[in-house]
């Protein structure tokens, strides 16, 4: 591969990629001159933009989901905005399902979850979307991707605390990747192969060293370096082990050796914008410095932690320490500004890690809070009356913000209640809950006069795509509607205004809308379907699309809904075995 500056995963996304349609025994010849022009191009080189563009348009006129998919992975790779890397991604997944293959199904959901793991550090996210990709691999004979898959969502545990079962996804893949560099493969392949190897082994030795298993970890990195030193085919990989040794040097308190190898490190990653891990670095060069007594230095990169994180809004859990040094370190020379800034930064990054390592922060958050509450007795009992004054004050303020938020929290509570009764009977009173979003609504005077058989023939067929649910089919448009009444499209956009109310793209969200609220009354399965899966059901695009439509139109958030919903059965259910249990005695 000649990308040389691209990102650590998304080079394997491009790897992968390459190796899912090598299997394709078909030759595209316009396809192949058109990548010739950008394939060798560094990640997010926005340069291949109109290339790409070409490709796409070439897969789309022509149909061939297969040659789209393939596109759109490359606008994913090319792309430099994180926003529109998701944006391509979903666009994968649509074009991926009209090929009906499980497996570019499973490669496309794998690779939406690469951007939310890689581009937005949402871990849970990823790993849904990884999971999604492991329920379209099942029946799959691709043993290298399964792997792959192996390996993302080793990743993705690893990060969010559970150490033990990523290392037994890594150990896995390594033996795999180990093994399958050593056969005789193309060279694109074999590049695959070893660089999934060296990642997997980095991944374990990061595991190791959570588990506390320091030995292992250590043996680990020393065979990453040895098979990586001197070779500028995988300098990033170098650069990876070097941070390991890094931290391992720091832990020995090796501080000088820790600091060089830790700075040597940041180059290569730096090229790949890993921003999290090169905190990480930046914490280790800080502490490092601060147990060898250069408390300025040691400052000076605690702070280049806190700017990466103002920045992205996001840090991993083993440098939320430095806040604590930092605060100490403000403390002792008794700069209260600074003090208070990093104390607030400080309540930022616990925010951000509760969302985002929700396993780890509840270990991390139990500990320093006994640490904390031992050094605020020792400080209250030294304080003055005053500081006594404040302390009563912030308690009686912070119980009048809970009674409001109580408050608040019972009016919202109110008003749900009252719009899921009102909906309830809207369903109730309908014989079709649907029709009530479709008012039949006939003008006095229409915009075009119409033939009365055209007309009567068109709000028929209206009425017959309504009962049979035609409105789910996915990608539908007036003009495709139009052409399967047998008429065109400004008869039918005429007809569906001046009759349903509406155009034709809120008539089609009311439908859908309109079903899948009758669904979740009706069917108990619904209430046991995520959000995301819901707006599937119903043919809309996204999950908050989906969520915004439905209050709009219902008045009240689905998950408000369902929840009313499933309280309401269980308050029938209980009712119903009561009644049993009278009877019965």
């Known amino acids: 591969m000649k990308t040389k500056a691209s990102q650590y995963f998304f080079i394997l996304l491009t790897i992968f990629g390459e190796c899912l349609f090598a299997q394709k025994t078909e030759k595209f010849s316009d396809y192949y001159i058109l990548r010739r022009n950008y394939e060798g191009l560094p990640e997010n080189d926005s340069s291949a933009k109109p290339f790409v563009e070409k490709y796409i348009a070439k897969a789309k006129k022509e149909k061939n989901y297969e040659r789209l998919v393939r596109g759109y992975l490359d606008a994913i790779l090319f792309s430099p905005s994180p926003n529109d890397k998701l944006k391509f991604a979903d666009s994968t997944i649509w074009a991926s399902k009209m090929t009906r293959d499980q497996g570019m199904i499973s490669s496309a959901y794998l690779e939406k979850g690469v951007v939310y793991y890689f581009q937005f550090k949402k871990y849970q996210l990823a790993l849904d979307e990884f999971l999604r990709a492991y329920e379209y691999s099942v029946d799959g004979n691709d043993i290298f991707y399964r792997n792959r898959l192996l390996y993302f969502i080793g990743i993705v545990k690893s990060y969010i605390g559970y150490y033990g079962d990523a290392l037994e996804h890594f150990k896995k893949t390594s033996a795999f990747f180990q093994a399958e560099s050593k056969k005789k493969m193309h060279p694109n392949l074999l590049y695959a192969n070893i660089r999934g190897y060296l990642n997997s082994v980095h991944q374990m030795a990061i595991c190791y060293r959570n588990l506390k298993d320091y030995k292992t970890a250590d043996s680990l990195v020393s065979i990453g370096l040895s098979e990586t030193s001197g070779s500028k085919e995988y300098l990033q990989e170098y650069g990876y082990f070097l941070k390991e040794r890094g931290i391992a040097e720091f832990r020995k308190k090796e501080y000088k050796n820790a600091i060089s190898s830790l700075r040597s490190s940041i180059g290569s990653i730096s090229a790949v914008n890993d921003f999290a891990w090169i905190t990480v670095c930046y914490s280790f060069i800080g502490k490092s410095y601060l147990a060898s007594g250069n408390n300025p230095a040691a400052v000076l990169y605690f702070q280049k932690v806190d700017s990466v994180f103002q920045k992205h809004n996001f840090v991993l859990p083993e440098v939320r320490d430095n806040y604590e040094l930092l605060i100490n370190h403000y403390k002792d020379e008794n700069n209260i500004q600074q003090e208070l800034f990093y104390t607030r930064q400080l309540l930022k990054v616990d925010a951000s890690l509760s969302l985002d390592f929700r396993h780890l922060f509840s270990k991390l958050y139990k500990e320093y809070d006994t640490k904390r509450l031992t050094q605020e007795m020792k400080r209250l009992e030294k ?53 009530s979003h479709i008012p039949t609504k006939q003008k006095e005077n229409d915009r075009q006069d119409l033939n009365e058989s055209l007309k009567d023939g068109i709000l028929y067929k209206l009425t017959q795509f309504e009962r049979k649910e035609e409105f789910l089919e996915e990608g539908l448009t007036i003009a495709k509607l139009a052409s399967k009444f047998d008429t065109n499209v400004k008869y039918l956009s005429q007809i569906i205004n001046d009759h349903k109310g509406m155009n034709f793209s809120k008539y089609l969200i009311a439908l859908r809308i309109g079903y899948i609220t009758e669904k979740l009354y009706k069917d108990r399965k619904f209430l046991t379907y995520k959000i995301t899966t819901l707006a599937e059901k119903c043919g809309i695009a996204s999950r908050s699309n989906f969520s915004k439509l439905f209050q709009e139109i219902n008045g009240i958030r689905p998950t408000d809904f369902i929840k009313n919903r499933q309280n309401d059965l269980a308050m029938n259910d209980s009712t119903n075995k009561t009644d049993s249990f009278n009877r019965a005695n």
């Open 383 to 435: 304080e003055s009356s005053r500081a006594s004054w404040i302390n009563i004050s912030i308690f009686i303020s912070a119980g009048i913000v809970i009674i409001l938020t109580a408050l608040k929290y019972r009016k919202r509570e109110y008003h749900i209640q009252k719009n899921y009764k009102a909906l309830e009977q809207i369903i109730l009173n309908k014989e079709e809950y649907i029709s």
